[in-house]
């Protein structure tokens, strides 16, 4: 890349900083985007969070997120439903018309996979007329199988795409993130199906390092550090049609440790380097 007009910086990339922190960093470095997750924006709140990045003049691409609709338990599913509802009014006020839903993984006591992706299907269902009213689009996100078992029972591209194929592509599409798919050898058929129906609603970039510095969920790479060919995965997504944002989400605890303008920085640097 030679600019960064389509950059955008996930708050979980630079954990340690407070959402005014954020806001600031992405100011004084030339990012335009920022991807927020739930938590951090409640505690702030919701409106005031939306005031900020607006008066910032920075895009909200993505809200961080929804998902966790396996549960057997009727009692789990309504307060699962009525949770993602929460998550779609909040994505609406942020005013990004992204919310990204990771599956969840199975429940206790159960080992059937079908079963827990077909009441993900069965949630999408009661979810997508409400976020369709309110102008927000629910982006299912595939995460490395290493996951299946207790967070995302969403493995692949294809596995995402079969999920959202059943609605129209402007309320469900899917997440390219290049630290759960880059390694499936059918992801980039998967990246071109997806473009061809206008659902790729999100592309992030993360490196594979390895060893895995601290474990599977904290384990992502900075831009460069990995395995990865970034750039190939960039323009696999953009002959697909796609041209939003691009999101660095870097879930590292050595990078939380580091002076948070510092990385925001380096992720800048290396976002023109490597993609």
């Known amino acids: 890349m030679n600019d960064l007009q389509r950059l955008s910086l996930n708050q979980m990339t630079v954990k340690s900083l407070s959402l005014p922190e954020l806001v600031d960093v992405c100011r004084r470095s030339g990012i335009p985007g920022v991807g927020l997750w739930r938590e951090p924006v ?20 993505t809200l961080c997120r929804g998902g966790f609709l396996t549960a057997v338990d009727s009692g789990e599913r309504r307060r699962a439903l009525s949770d993602n509802r929460d998550a779609v009014d909040e994505a609406a006020a942020l005013g990004t018309d992204t919310l990204v839903l990771v599956s969840g993984g199975l429940p206790p006591g159960e080992h059937d996979l079908a079963a827990a992706r077909r009441r993900v299907a069965d949630a999408l269902e009661e979810l997508v007329p409400y976020a369709a009213e309110r102008g927000v689009r629910l982006a299912v996100e595939a995460l490395h199988p290493m996951f299946a078992s207790d967070r995302c029972v969403v493995s692949t591209l294809d596995q995402a795409l079969d999920l959202a ?16 798919v880059w390694w499936d050898d059918r992801a980039a058929a998967a990246v071109a199906r997806a473009g061809a129906a206008e659902r790729i609603h999100s592309f992030q970039l993360a490196d594979w390092v390895t060893p895995l510095p601290s474990g599977v969920l904290t384990g992502r790479g900075q831009l460069g550090d990995g395995v990865i060919d970034l750039r190939t995965w960039r323009e ?12 660095v989400e870097i879930f590292n605890e050595e990078l939380w440790a580091r002076d948070g303008g510092e990385v925001a920085a380096e992720v800048a640097e290396r976002y023109l380097r490597y993609s």
Not at 45 to 53: C, E, I, P, T
Not at 165 to 180: K, N
Not at 236 to 247: K, N, T
């Open 42 to 61: 409640q505690e702030y709140g919701v409106r005031d969070a939306a005031r900020l990045v607006a008066e910032a003049g920075l895009t909200v691409t």
């Open 165 to 180: 194929e059943p609605f129209p592509a402007a309320q469900v599409g899917v997440v390219v993130d290049t630290y759960h």
């Open 236 to 247: 696999r997504v953009d002959d697909a049609g796609y041209r939003g944002p691009i999101e």
